[in-house]
Structure formats: C-alpha cells, structure tokens
C-alpha cells in the first residue's frame, strides 16, 4: 500500500526494515543515537535496536568509516551516517583506499557491505565548506558504487538494496530533499539499484540529471511544454555505474542531450555523461552534447550569490532554449 | 591586575552577551541564515584569553567563533555585517557566520570542519619558530574536536618541535547532542596532552580571571621558547548547539545550574565591582573610619553601579548601530565573488 512520507523517513523506515530482517546490519555516525540523527534519518532505532547497534560516535571520520570497513571484513553489515559529505573527505582514507580496495586487493576473499550514507548539496546558506557536491570524487574510484535517490521510493529501495549487497555503497543523500515528500509504497518490487528511470516521456530533448536537480528539471520541463517543447526526463538513481542503455535510448529518440547537476561543471559527473552519451549516440545527436551545472566557485555564504551559483528552474529552461535553437545558416555550434 | 583592565573585560563580556543575543533575534527575523552558532555561557573564555594575548599572535578559531573575532578587535560592524551575508562583512559576504576572517588582526579564521584549527594553528607556529618571531598562536577547539586525528597528530608536532601554540580548549560538556562521557573516554581534556609531554591544565572557564591568570602564565611559558601549552578551559553554553538546534537532550536542571550559579557574566559583574564591608565590619573599624568609610564606599558603589549601567547602554547602542550598519551595507556581486576567488591570481592570464 502506497502511503505519502518524507525522504527521511523513508530512510528511516529502510533502516528499521533492514535492522528487524538482520542482527548483522548496525548503524552509526554523530548523533545518530540518542539525538535521532542530524536529519532525522535514525531517529526511534536507538531505543528499539539499543546502543550496539545504533552507535553515537566522537567526531573521528577517519576512524569510524574504518571501523565499518574492519566490522564489514568480519561479517557485519555496517551502515555509516557520515554527518554531512563536507565531513566524508576525512573519511577518504577508508572508502578509497580500504573499502574499494580490500575486496580486489585480496583477490576477492572479502565481501564489503559496507554502506556509507551522506547528506550533500547546497542547501541554504551554509557556506563553503559545508555546501558541496562531490560525488564526481566517489565515482572516479573504481571497486565503489555510487546512489542518489531522488525520491522517497527511491530512497526507501536503494538503501535497503545497498545495505543487502556485498559492495561498498556511498548513499548520496541531497539535504534539501529530507524534507521534500512523495508515495512510497513498501510492497512495490524495487527495480535494479542503478537502473536510471524515465521520469517524463518527452519528443525533443533529453535532459539527463540525479538527486535535487530532478525535480528543478521536470519543472522545467513543464514549463516549456506549455511553449510545445517536450522534454525527456532521465533521473539517474546511480552514478556509478550508469546505465547507459536508458540514456542512451532516450537520446537516440530525442537527438538532443542536455546534462544537468548541480555540481560545477568542469570535470563533473555531466562530464561523464555527456562524453560517454556522445561516444555512443554521435550519429544520433544534433548537436553537442551539453551541460547546465554550477558556477566554477566554492559555494558563497550570501543568499543571491548562493542562488545564482546553481541551476535554478528558470535556467534549466533557458539551458534548453539555447540547446534547440536554431542555428544561422552555415554556423556551427 | 587593575580595575581598568578588570572593567575593559567586563565590557567585552557584555558585548559578547548583548550581540550574540541580537544575532539570534536577527535570525528568527530572517537576516541571519545558515548555521549560526552562539557563544552565551562561554563568554569569559574568549575574553580571559584574548585579553592576556598581544597583537602580534595570531588567533585560530572554529564556527563559534564571533565573539573570539570581537574581542580581538574586529569591529561589530564588520561581524554583523558578515552574519548577514553583506560586502563590509570582514570576509565579504563570502564567508557567513562560520568563517570571520581578518589579516590585518591576525585573526586567521573560523574553521567550520570540526578539528582542523590545529594543524592551522601548528603551520603559523612553524613559521614563527622557523623566523625565530616572540609571537605565539592560540588554537580554540571544542570539547568534541579532541577525537578528530588531526588533534594527537598536531599536538605531537608541536611538542616535537617545540612550537609556540597555546591550545585552548573551550570544554561545554557537548559535541552537539553527545554528552563528554558519551563520546570520550578520558572526559578530563588535559590530560591528554601528557601523551605528548605539554604541560596542561583544567581551570573554570566561568571565571574570566582565573582563565586570564591562567592564559598569562602559559603565554609567558610559551615565550620563552618551551614549547606548546593547553589549557581546558570548563564551561558551557547556555543556547542550543547552533540556532538549528533546540538543545533538548540536556538536562533542565543542567542547564539551569549553569545559569543561574555560575553564569560568567555575573560573575564578572562581581569581580569588577568594589566588595562592601559588610555592617559588623563597619562597625567593627570604629565610628570615626566607619562613617568615613562607609561614605567612600557608599560613594564609590553608586558611581560603580551607575558607570556599569552607562557601559550597557553604551554596548546596546554599539550592537543597534552594528545591525544598522549591516543592514545598510550592499549585497556583494558576482564580480566580487570571482575577485575573492581570484585574489591570489595577480596579472597572470589564464589561457
Ligand atoms: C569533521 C566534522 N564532523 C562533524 C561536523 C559537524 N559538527 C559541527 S560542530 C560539531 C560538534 C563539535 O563539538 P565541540 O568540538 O565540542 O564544539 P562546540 O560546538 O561544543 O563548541 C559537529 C559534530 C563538522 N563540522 N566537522
Ligand atoms: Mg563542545
């Protein structure tokens, strides 16, 4: 039965579900316990499940992240909450060179179900250092799966899928999306974990995108349906891997390719899509590829500039505009 | 110590008080956003500190940290205006509440990833060893801050270098919502930079004099070349851990003790302030002295009294004119953005 939640306790009632199924899956991270969690996420877990396994740590990244690495090698299931991803590059150490490393560094002796889950993103007005996007780093590290759900469902079936398979997982979590809220419905069987999904069925182009940016880009896009524009609406789920098949499916259809992240742009994650869509569908486009993403600076404090640092609907909607408008003849683009 | 530097303390106190109980209200009014993080309660560890330093030592702090900005001298104005996102904020706008900035006071930020003051602070102190500089470095953490690596891996090399760092632990018992005992299993800070053989030691940090006393006698240490100090400084902080956060998980009756016995404040109030003699004492100096001294003292408590409530008046009028002055002041632009972000770029053209 499908029932309206928020992101975060679809979350929450992923872990719950997962935690009653199996004695091996334990959780912890900064106030995770007796607090509830920074967003709720673990919230009533402490009381039902006890200290054991839901486990409030010191501010110690680096060693609690390889406290999960060590606890997964001996046949736990650990569910890391790094407090924020800002936090998770004192954790480096342990999800690069440990987590995706043990499992082939050993020739394959070791499963890994580690999972680490972080909230990430801008959100409002928290400055440089606790405002960024770095999932390009995780998904440049071969031996790692990367996911972001977008939506409750989605949420609720990817960390439940994440906590049963034997791969380190990082769960990126988008702050701003804790909060948002959408049907979930515990009985609905779960597709693949990193199978993109078709978010909007459109003619013209295909707007490729994950996590918050695709509700700013299905708005979007209806927005320039009332101008007769008929965008696709791909939303990733997975950053690594991709599945190129839906992609590219839909930009063999549609011809035009717009990537949108919230990430700056250079060496970002619309990168990679975008050059492995072009490797795959030259024939198909035409025109470049092109990416819609933010600003090529640290996230300002000030609210305007903040705002004017990532895409927005509206420039989504101009992104478009300028990706189908009609060339001069004899130009190139 | 004499009352004119008893009163200026007393006054960076209330200062202290009376703007960051002005930012909170600024932020329910949506002027202020993002994480904002108030030091009510600790109020006499900043000042105890900052007031034994000299100009010429560079201060490291962490996202609590406008108070430690204030007292160093950075003007209210500049602080109010960058909790509020504008461009004579000390960092522009860029930076918000977390990341107050100042060169020219050597006053090296506010550091927001928790434990990274000391490797900050350690880098500043080998500079000053290296060029064989008088100054000193003093490093503010949390309580929490001390199970981060970078804490061990930092007060090693001080130790091993003999660096002139004073770190300063301002100990409110809280890592957010974890209590000390929940997250650390030596509660007690200083103990543990025996690991590292720094002399340290425990002192209430309610008391801006013992924390001045204390600070004093470390720098000295400190300038005569032996090397790093810490000082654990007991305190606690009467609001929430950041405007987000109610603060729920602490005791009532915690919170209550703290304020109402040992709020630092008053206890500064009390210091500054001349004791009376009480009535057997009067009596006992005989009639002649007594009235004399009763009168001087009469005399001398009035204009006390009175001159503190000058102070306050003058400190809410330094605080109005700051919220003023923030709100006054425009927004930064994109091009001031691209400059900050740029600023170390010089003539050089990028291709
Ligand atoms: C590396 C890192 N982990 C987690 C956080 C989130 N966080 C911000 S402040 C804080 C608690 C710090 O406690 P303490 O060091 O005692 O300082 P206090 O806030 O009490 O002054 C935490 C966990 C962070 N900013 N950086
Ligand atoms: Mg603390």
Redesign the pocket.
């Known amino acids: 039965m499908a029932n309206e939640v928020l992101y975060w306790q679809a979350l929450n009632q992923a872990l719950d579900a997962e935690m009653a199924a199996d004695d091996s899956v334990f959780v912890l991270g900064?106030?995770v316990g007796l607090y509830g969690g920074s967003y709720r996420v673990t919230e009533g877990l402490y009381v039902k499940y006890g200290e054991w396994r839901v486990r409030d740590t010191p501010?110690s990244?680096g060693s609690f992240t390889g406290l999960g690495v060590g606890a997964a090698l001996a046949g736990m299931r650990p569910v890391v909450e790094i407090?924020?991803i800002?936090?998770s590059l004192?954790a480096l150490d342990a999800i690069v060179n440990m987590a995706a490393k043990i499992p082939f560094m050993s020739g394959g002796q070791f499963p890994m179900p580690l999972v680490v889950r972080m909230p990430g993103g801008v959100a409002k007005q928290l400055a440089a250092q606790h405002s960024q996007r770095l999932e390009q780093m995780y998904m440049n590290v071969p031996g790692l799966r990367v996911a972001v759900p977008a939506t409750p469902q989605d949420a609720w079936w990817q960390l439940r899928q994440a906590i049963r398979t034997d791969e380190p997982i990082v769960l990126l979590e988008h702050e701003l999306l804790y909060f948002s809220k959408g049907m979930l419905d515990t009985d609905a069987e779960a597709p693949p974990m990193h199978r993109a999904a078709v978010r909007r069925e459109g003619q013209d182009l295909t707007i490729v995108t994950y996590s918050r940016m695709v509700d700013l880009s299905l708005r979007a896009a209806d927005r320039l349906a009332a101008d007769g524009i008929s965008a696709e609406v791909v939303d990733l789920r997975s950053l690594r891997p991709i599945d190129w098949d839906t992609c590219a499916r839909s930009v063999e259809k549609t011809h035009y390719l717009l990537v949108v992240e919230e990430d700056s742009r250079f060496a970002g994650a619309g990168a990679e899509v975008a050059a492995t869509l072009a490797e795959r569908c030259f024939f198909s486009l035409d025109a470049p590829p092109a990416r819609h993403g933010g600003l090529e600076m640290p996230t300002p404090y000030n609210a305007t500039l903040e705002a004017a640092s990532i895409p927005t609907v509206t420039s989504i909607e101009q992104a478009v505009r300028k990706l189908l408008e009609p060339l001069p003849q004899g130009e190139q683009r | 110590m004499d009352r004119t530097a008893k009163i200026a303390m007393l006054r960076d106190m209330l200062l202290a008080r009376a703007f960051e109980e002005r930012a909170a209200r600024e932020y329910t009014r949506g002027n202020i956003a993002g994480f904002l993080?108030l030091y009510p309660g600790e109020e006499a560890v900043a000042v105890g500190v900052l007031h034994a330093a000299e100009p010429a030592d560079y201060i490291v702090s962490?996202?609590?940290e406008h108070v430690h900005a204030m007292v160093r001298g950075v003007p209210p104005r500049a602080v109010m205006a960058e909790l509020f996102g504008r461009i004579d904020g000390c960092s522009k706008g860029m930076g918000g509440s977390m990341h107050l900035f100042d060169r020219e006071r050597r006053f090296m930020g506010g550091y927001?990833?928790?434990?990274e003051t000391y490797p900050v602070a350690v880098g500043i102190a080998y500079t000053i060893a290296m060029r064989e500089l008088p100054e000193a470095v003093i490093c503010f953490?949390?309580?929490?801050?001390v199970n981060?690596g970078t804490f061990h891996e930092s007060l090693n090399m001080a130790a091993l270098w003999r660096l002139p760092v004073l770190f300063v632990c301002?100990n409110?018992h809280?890592?957010?919502g974890t209590e000390i005992h929940r997250h650390s299993a030596v509660a007690e800070v200083y103990k543990r930079a025996c690991a590292h053989r720094i002399p340290a030691e425990r002192v209430n940090g309610m008391d801006v004099l013992a924390v001045h006393e204390a600070t004093r006698n470390a720098l000295a240490r400190i300038r005569e070349g032996t090397g790093p100090q810490l000082l654990e400084f007991e305190t606690y902080?009467f609001r929430g851990?950041s405007m987000a956060d109610p603060g729920t998980y602490r005791p009532r009756v915690e919170v209550q003790a703290y304020e109402k016995e040992e709020d630092p404040v008053t206890v500064a109030i009390g210091e500054t302030l001349p004791t009376y003699p009480t009535a057997e004492q009067i009596a006992a100096a005989g009639t002649d002295s007594i009235a004399r001294m009763a009168t001087h003292m009469n005399e001398g408590g009035l204009l006390e009294a009175a001159a503190l409530e000058k102070l306050q008046a003058e400190i809410d009028e330094i605080v109005e004119d700051a919220v003023q002055f923030a709100s006054r002041s425009p927004e930064p632009t994109l091009e001031d953005a691209r400059a900050a972000l740029d600023c170390n770029r010089g003539m050089e053209v990028l291709i």
């Open positions: 900064e106030d501010i990244e407090m924020t800002n936090f004192l | 993080h962490t996202y609590r927001a990833i928790v434990g953490f949390g309580d929490g801050a981060q301002e409110n809280y890592q957010i902080r851990h």
